[in-house]
């Protein structure tokens, strides 16, 4: 049975109109299909977070590279064999109901290892289901994202503590572009630093826009975050030193003195801000797109002492 083949079945059989609101596009081709489950690196016996499954494309192949039967060969052509014991689980959070709903009828039934949740994942504690469903060891997460809300969930899964092992995710190309950019490149925006902090990026793959349906206006590209057992720095407060950093490339033309002092997410004088930046060594005029982490790290903590 292949997942693509499957895809377009659901589509015509449901009629499905994809929700641009939900971040909609299909995954339709084979080889990406192939390429994002083997760079997720999941086996047999494992426990894998899927994000947003849609009509189920990606999360057939992972129940079938968990139970063992994932055919790269033939994408996939193996029927799944029900009777066979459950191994390894695969638990999907999708947010549209009527896509919760076709899963539960059309996909579940074939695959004793899969469950599905409706719900957001922005709101879904990551760190609950390590406990629940893996022993509270790490886990991997692998998605074909929605892209309106691609940073936010980056962001969420890489500034919280939840146990995470990897993340692997289809995004738009010029997010993965940001995702693998050093501090001072061109792309560098908060992201890259969040991931320089906790893990280690992989370009998988490039994906044009054929590849999906409906066909979205930009191209993709799968990325490999393997996330670090320690972070890149240590900071006595990190949820400081990340508003931080979103303050500095929110505001990007802006001073690091003023881009801080005029956060809504912090609540920093600009007096305070100076005297913190001077007492890190940094120059009162520099910009926070020039900072590395470890910068950001000791401004951190200079502002959290005082
Ligand atoms: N995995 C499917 C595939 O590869 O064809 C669908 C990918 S589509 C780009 C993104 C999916 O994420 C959609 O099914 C969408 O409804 C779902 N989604 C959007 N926002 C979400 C959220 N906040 N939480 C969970 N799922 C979400």
Redesign the pocket.
């Known amino acids: 049975m292949n997942p693509v083949e499957e895809?377009y079945r659901l589509i015509k059989k449901y009629d499905i109109h994809a929700?641009k609101r939900?971040?909609?596009?299909?995954?339709t081709d084979s080889h990406v299909l192939e390429k994002i489950t083997r760079a997720s690196g999941v086996g047999e016996g494992d426990f894998v977070l899927e994000?947003?499954?849609?009509?189920g494309?990606?999360t057939r192949a992972l129940c079938e590279k968990v139970s063992g039967t994932w055919d790269a060969s033939d994408v996939g052509a193996e029927d799944p064999s029900p009777q066979k014991e459950a191994r390894g689980h695969v638990l999907a959070?999708?947010?549209?109901y009527d896509?919760v709903d076709i899963l539960e009828k059309e996909v579940m039934p074939l695959y004793p290892q899969l469950e599905v949740i409706e719900?957001?994942?922005?709101k879904t504690d990551i760190t609950e289901i390590s406990k629940k469903y893996n022993n509270g060891k790490p886990i991997k997460i692998v998605?074909?994202?929605?892209y309106y809300?691609t940073t936010p969930i980056i962001m969420e899964l890489l500034e919280g503590a939840a146990p995470v092992e990897s993340i692997t995710v289809m995004v738009q190309k010029e997010v993965a572009d940001r995702m693998m950019a050093a501090p001072g490149d061109r792309d560098c925006g908060a992201v890259s630093l969040a991931v320089a902090y906790r893990a280690v990026p992989y370009l998988a793959a490039n994906v044009p826009q054929n590849c999906f349906k409906p066909r979205p206006n930009v191209s993709s590209a799968v990325i490999r975050l393997d996330i670090l057992d320690e972070p890149l720095v240590h900071t006595e407060d990190e949820k400081l030193m990340f508003k931080l950093i979103r303050a500095a490339f929110s505001q990007r033309r802006k001073t690091l003195v003023n881009a801080i002092a005029g956060s809504a997410e912090l609540d920093i004088s600009k007096d305070a801000a100076l005297l913190a930046i001077q007492k890190v060594g940094l120059s009162p005029t520099v910009r926070g797109e020039k900072l590395d982490l470890k910068a950001y790290a000791k401004l951190a903590d200079a502002l959290r002492k005082s």
């Open positions: 895809t929700r939900f971040g909609q596009n299909f995954l994000i947003g499954p849609g009509l494309t990606l959070v999708e947010i549209d896509l719900g957001d994942i922005l998605a074909n994202l929605p809300i």
